[in-house]
């Protein structure tokens, strides 16, 4: 396809357990973006690569996340022993460019994660 | 941190009517995005805004960035049901990512 896709789109995880969310870019964009937004909140930034390098990680919540991108391509965020917190959208964005003025981002439709 | 506010937080109007809507923050960005998110779907990019004072349009929109790079507006003329969504500004400094603001919903009633 020629988006951004996701998977899986729903996730229902049970306290405690790991779960792993995939992205697919579109080919050839430089640049990967995770996002995670809350019920009625905008997107909060949770960490950032240019190609495989994942130059920023500030927005991770926690050491119970952990995103890859191995080959420049295809990325996983995996929340490990997840907690009712955990529980939003968690959305990916990609880019042909690197970080500036006209960087657009083109965003998939999301991962819907509810911890119970 | 640059924090974006937006208000109002909610709006519901009849068609046809006009509205505008407001992002504001202590801190100037070298650029400003709004898009517009629908519900199980991912933000959609409507425009970029990079000159202060600039003024774009995009059919019945238009968006203004201020003077001091520091708010912005989208202004919606003639409203329409499909014009219903999440709007989002989102605020970058010269080569940093994207902050987005908390959004406005928008309902627009036939």
């Known amino acids: 396809g020629a988006g951004v896709s996701q998977s899986p789109r729903y996730k229902v995880a049970k306290r405690g357990q790991d779960v792993a969310l995939r992205c697919d870019p579109i080919?050839?964009?430089?640049?990967l973006f995770w996002y995670q937004q809350a019920l009625g909140q905008g997107p909060e930034f949770l960490t950032y690569f240019q190609n495989e390098a994942q130059l920023d990680k500030s927005g991770l919540p926690s050491d119970r996340f952990f995103a890859e991108r191995p080959e420049g391509s295809v990325s996983t965020l995996k929340i490990q022993r997840t907690q009712q917190e955990d529980s939003a959208v968690y959305l990916c964005?990609?880019?042909?460019?690197?970080?500036?003025?006209?960087?657009?981002?083109?965003f998939g439709p999301g991962t819907r994660l509810t911890v119970l | 941190t640059q924090l974006l506010e937006q208000s109002p937080q909610f709006l519901s109007i009849q068609e046809g009517e006009n509205l505008t809507v407001y992002c504001n923050s202590s801190?100037?960005?070298?650029?400003l995005q709004w898009y517009r998110q629908e519900p199980g779907e991912g933000p959609v990019l409507l425009v970029t805004?990079?000159?202060?004072?600039e003024v774009k349009k995009l059919k019945r929109l238009t968006f203004q960035f201020g003077d001091a790079r520091k708010d912005s507006s989208l202004h919606i003329t003639a409203a329409q049901p499909g014009d219903t969504g999440l709007y989002l500004c989102a605020g970058a400094g010269y080569g940093q990512n994207f902050v987005f603001g908390p959004g406005t919903r928008l309902s627009v009633l036939p």
């Open positions: 801190s100037v960005f070298s650029s």
């Open positions: 080919s050839g964009h430089v640049s």
């Open positions: 805004v990079v000159t202060g004072g």
């Open positions: 964005a990609s880019s042909h460019t690197v970080p500036g003025s006209y960087n657009e981002q083109f």
